[in-house]
């Protein structure tokens, strides 16, 4: 298996434009990737207009539409040594009807102007050729943490130390990719509150296969795509065209497999959006986007024709409820029925359906409708799979949920999934 590494420069807001071949992965690589911090980078920065920074999109060997792409992340390698996050209000004037995409300078009449960093705080961002401060957006309550690779941990910091890593970023002292263009949120100096202690977890936000259609790329969900054509930079897309890559799920972390369609000939793979840690649902909006370096297997499934994601997830992401069962227990369930004559015929193994929709109901029914396409089973079959062997888990409150349950290895086998789902449990 080769090493095929993504370059850092090849860096991007957009998505859905088209795949080159300069970067080309085959089945069985390992593709190693280099990512700007998601979310609030990019939306205090007016030239880049997509609300988050993605590294890719990467062209896999013989993919085509109507396949799917089996992402394994390997590793998740935190960069970043500090980030800032919070939630949000928007500097009204600043921007047209979207802030995230369509920022403006009012002084100088230009759309996404280009900006430069003077000094730190709210006024930082200054257009670059009227030298007017122009944020589009900021924190209504934010927060700054510093980060320890070593111990795992992340600790929220008063105002005198945002303060000191606001000048930091200014001075060039944390890490940013190479061909990122935003500016990193931390010279915002936010405090907020102070004092927290949180566990460092990184996951994937965003990752998956491009759309089919011209989109900013933090709008690829279900949740989120149909603003797409709020200004005039974008066309409106049909759902049918994105790829729910940008999921936000806590699991999508260090050996989670994430299975995604195919939309377009060389699928145009991508990762980025990493997160220090979140829990269920990105209560915030927002939460600690980071610098990282992700590494990932890429495996083609042909002729695997899914609307949506799914997840294998790693066994320390379940519940302890839905982790496979070991032999032991198998023995044990086959003893109880062999009070009644019988012996247990089938093993069950989890899975996640990707859902979306502009609710959390939308959301539930979509991952219920994809569950029920791919696997042939009836829906309150499924229903009660997911109540007694599964759940309903919250990527965004907004909209974007997974369905987890247990499924038999017929069902898995007549899925395309069974080799997959067994080659993920069985080396852990």
């Avoid at 979207?98 to 280009?114: G, L, R, T, W």
């Avoid at 999934?417 to 069985?426: S, T």
Wanted: glycine share 12%; net charge negative; charged share 20%.
């Amino acid at each position: 298996m080769a090493n095929h590494i993504c370059t850092t420069d090849r860096i991007t807001s957009i998505i859905g434009e088209g795949v080159g071949k300069e970067v080309c992965v085959s089945d069985g690589d390992l593709l190693v990737v280099e990512t700007a911090p998601g979310c609030w980078g990019p939306m205090i920065t007016p030239s880049v207009s997509g609300g988050h920074e993605i590294t890719g999109p990467v062209w896999v060997k013989d993919a085509e539409p109507g396949d799917a792409v089996a992402l394994t992340i390997e590793q998740v390698e935190v960069l970043s040594s500090a980030t800032s996050s919070g939630t949000g209000r928007v500097n009204p004037g600043f921007f047209d009807k979207d802030p995230s995409v369509k920022a403006i300078c009012p002084f100088c009449h230009i759309n996404n102007p280009e900006t430069e960093l003077r000094g730190t705080g709210e006024e930082a961002v200054r257009c670059k050729k009227c030298g007017s401060p122009i944020l589009p957006q900021t924190f209504e309550n934010g927060y700054t943490v510093v980060c320890d690779h070593e111990s795992g941990l992340a600790v929220v910091v008063d105002g005198e130390t945002a303060q000191q890593i606001a000048q930091d970023t200014l001075e060039g002292k944390l890490y940013l990719p190479k061909g990122a263009k935003q500016h990193l949120a931390t010279i915002l100096g936010r405090a907020d509150f102070s004092g927290l202690v949180v566990r460092s977890r990184p996951m994937v936000g965003n990752i998956g296969c491009s759309p089919s259609g011209r989109i900013p790329a933090s709008k690829n969900a279900g949740d989120c795509y149909l603003s797409v054509g709020n200004t005039d930079l974008f066309a409106p897309v049909g759902k049918e065209q994105i790829t729910d890559a940008h999921m936000d799920i806590k699991s999508v972390g260090e050996g989670c497999v994430v299975i995604s369609p195919v939309l377009v000939p060389g699928a145009g793979v991508y990762v980025g959006d990493v997160h220090l840690t979140q829990g269920d649902g990105e209560i915030a909006g927002h939460t600690l986007d980071i610098s990282a370096r992700v590494s990932v297997r890429v495996a083609l499934i042909k002729h695997l024709n899914i609307e949506g994601p799914i997840l294998i997830p790693s066994v320390s992401e379940l519940d302890s409820r839905f982790v496979p069962f070991s032999d032991e227990e198998y023995d044990r369930a086959d003893k109880l029925l062999a009070r009644y004559g019988k012996r247990l015929p089938v093993r069950n193994y989890p899975i996640q359906f990707i859902g979306s929709g502009s609710n959390m109901n939308e959301g539930m029914e979509n991952a219920f409708d994809r569950a029920q396409k791919l696997t042939g089973l009836p829906r309150g079959e499924l229903m009660n799979r997911a109540t007694v062997g599964g759940e309903i888990g919250i990527g965004r409150t907004s909209g974007l949920v997974y369905l987890t349950m247990m499924l038999e290895e017929k069902t898995l086998e007549k899925m395309g999934l069974l080799k997959l789902v067994l080659a993920q449990y069985n080396k852990q």
